[in-house]
């Protein structure tokens, strides 16, 4: 659909030869107060371009253009305010929305594209951090997010299955371990062994000699080494795939770090065939001083790779698997120097699409100030946190109505989209602190109140039974009469769905949505309280136009929802 934006930008490009649509719709403004417009062009910012007075420029373009829809248009202080027609605006945000349905928002300009997104990743044999939650989350939005502008995604769980730290689980396990135990706690037994080699080891430094003599026969392909890695391995997925089937997440490939053990030799061939290797006291690296990093490290003094090598030899085989145009990498930022490290030897290498690597960092989640790291072993489980908040979203529901149809189903939807919605709420790159009262509260800026929003809409179209269906031409002509202060701003809203997904993808910021959806909740819920649709005085054409409206918002929250991997249950 075409918005009012792109109208205007079009129009007043095809006035001024030198000005760009594109440079038009980064201009355009949404000015909060009303008076100034509901569009605006900040035609100061086109004076030197033109060489023109701003006023000039507004005075000039407001005589020539001619906007179907616009009602009137003023050149202000520099500005050229644009008054949009409100019968126009109801019919045309109506009509779009109910014949694009589940598309509406969707563009295709990813089509033809690739993008490849490396999320989740958590590490074999330790819990899921919270951060991988976060990586979870974040990632899969983004996933969702491009495939609904016509990229084409792969989502890829690199999982952490490879490193020294299996060296010391073997021989944790092979001193302290108990294989029925293992069978019977799974991750926590695991875990257990994983700390207790670290306390032993801080008495006896020979362990880790040890570790890592058994680490480098993994590398070499030992057979009882690797029998007992790929325990662990089918032990941990176990644990982590119970995470995801909560939170309603699938990835397109598994593919860890182990995937790439033999892919590491090219690159360490290709690495000294461009000189860019050496030595150091038996390790192999890359020297990056010449821009301010410590080295990468590429080869330990026992010949085995690291996480550097191990992502770069990922990177390659993604590049010549998919052939991406972007491939991003979901971390938090105590990871951004490892990525700008080897991003840098990719770079150095000459491949020039190491500037289609993007690292999207996020902030720490501090849980009512609690550590979380692993070697202490007092780690948060996340499935433990996504079913308590199972729980305490029960309990609320019961309270707000009995016999309740749905209860476990619809508790669980909401539960979890509490904790991903709050996840996804902010910035990114900021630090959150997990609150239970501020996820689960129903009436704060929370997954569960749009989720309600959406229900809401539903109920009163279920209870409008007959009066809500009519054919896509009657609701666009009902939809006329939606030209009231609480109708108008709600479809303003709804008609930004498109340009606000179009942005969290540009800027990797999927909070973009989620705030977007808290604005779409808050315009429909002043609606829904200032606009009564089935009492008996409402005149049948207007009870239409609004149920009409309501059919929107049920659809725009619905498809945003569902892009930052929420569902949105009928009945809450
Ligand atoms: N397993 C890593 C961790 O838990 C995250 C991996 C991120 N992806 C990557 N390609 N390095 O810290």
Redesign the pocket.
Known sequence: MRTFKTIIAAEVSSLLNEVSVEELLALIEYPSNKEQGDLSLPCFKLSRQLRKAPQAIAEDLKNRLQLEGVERIEASAGYLNFYLNKAHVAESVVAGILQQGELYGAQNIGSGKTVVI??S???IA?PF?I??LR?TVIGNALYRIHDFLGYACVGIN???DWGTQFGKLIVAYRMWGDEAAIEEDGIDELLRLYVKFHDEADKDAGLNDEARAWFAKMEQGDAEALSLWQWFVDISLIAFNRIYELLGITFDTYTG?SFYNDKTAPVVEELKAKGLLEEDSGAWLVRLDGFGMSPALILKQDGSSL?HT??IA?AMYRKTTYDFDKAI????Y??NL??QQWFKVVELMGHEWAGDLVHVAFGRVSLDGMSLSTRKGNVVKLDEVLKQSIAKTKAIMEQRHQGMEHLDETARQVGVGAVIFHDLSTNRIKDIAFSWDEMLNFEGETGPYVQYAHARASSILAKAGAAASMTNEQAQQRAALLIDEASNPLLQELSLFGERVELAMHKLEPSIVTRYLIDVAQAFNRFYHECPILLDHVPAPLREARLALVRCVQTVLRNGLRLIGLEAPEQI
């Open positions: 490396d999320y990743s958590p590490n330790k951090h951060a991988h990586s690199h999982l952490g770090e996480y191990r992502d990922a990498y979901v971390t938090d105590a990871q490892h990525f």
